[in-house]
């Protein structure tokens, strides 16, 4: 899909497919280690030398081709906004590590399974908009209740436990997007607990609206922020079972444009 007009105020999805697809490449280091495998050329040369060397750390395979493909595909699309070249785009991490662009609009990222999403708010949006947006793929097999217990407020635990077995990943990860949307928003990491704010119990709606219904730290934004989620269904890699997966997907936003049109895009 094409990136929509910059004057219009919308808040823009991308999805990035974070399957290998392009030629590869692979760095030897002097141990024999090979730092870049698996990792296409085209999106190493989006990257800085401090992005590359950082992928170069990541042990894990699949973890080096997510952030490599992510970044890459973050400054692409950051790049339509600002008429600029990728590698020309200063992305900065903040105090708790929100990746922000000075003068730049406001987005947020997050990838998970096989997918990763970039919301960024069109320039027809107010400079104080904040944007926070989580994507879950659903998997069973997970200790689900425990963490529910662990990090879901009493009362959402206590609706989460009441719910028929069958019904309760749905629910886990429905909640859960929503809940890093927003934590995610605030910019504030691992220094806010999930526990200290309760959402309410509404169905699945891509319509903006108010959730929070209690928060303790920010008693106000029980009427600053607006949240929206649905699901997406992504094709699995060939010889993985089922057809699909299905991902949970929430957005969260402030300010003037926090109600704005929700536009969907493929990045790449």
């Not at 950051?78 to 609009?105: D, M, N, Q, S």
């Not at 504030?188 to 309410?200: C, K, Q």
Request: negative net charge; glycine residues 8%.
């Amino acid at each position: 899909m094409r990136h929509g007009t910059k004057a219009a105020a919308a808040i823009d999805l991308w999805r990035v497919d974070l399957r290998q697809t392009a030629e590869t490449s692979g760095t030897t280091t002097n141990e024999g280690r090979t730092d870049q495998a698996g990792l296409d050329e085209e999106s190493l040369a989006l990257l800085t030398s401090s992005e590359r060397s950082r992928a170069g750390r990541l042990r894990i395979e699949s973890k080096r081709r997510q952030f490599v493909r992510t970044r890459s595909q973050l400054r692409r699309v950051l790049a339509r906004y600002l008429e600029a070249e990728p590698l020309e785009i200063e992305i900065e991490a903040g105090e708790h590590g929100k990746l922000e662009v000075i003068g730049g609009p406001a987005f947020n990222v997050s990838h998970s399974g096989q997918l990763a999403v970039i919301a960024i708010a069109a320039s027809g949006l107010c400079e104080e908009t904040q944007l926070g947006v989580d994507i879950e793929r659903q998997r069973s097999g997970r200790p689900l209740d425990r963490m529910a217990q662990r990090f879901f407020a009493d009362r959402e635990s206590a609706v989460y436990s009441a719910l028929e077995e069958g019904e309760r990943e749905t629910d886990f990860y429905r909640r859960w997007a929503l809940k890093e949307a927003y934590v995610k928003a605030l910019g504030t990491g691992l220094t806010y607990s999930s526990r200290a704010f309760v959402l309410a119990d509404d169905p699945v709606s891509w319509q903006a609206r108010s959730l929070l219904e209690s928060c303790e730290r920010h008693p106000s934004d029980r009427v600053r922020w607006l949240f929206r989620n649905g699901w997406l269904e992504f094709p699995r890699e060939e010889g993985a079972g089922e057809a699909t997966e299905r991902y949970a997907l929430a957005v969260c936003a402030s300010g003037p444009g926090a109600g704005a049109e929700l536009r969907f895009f493929e990045a790449g």
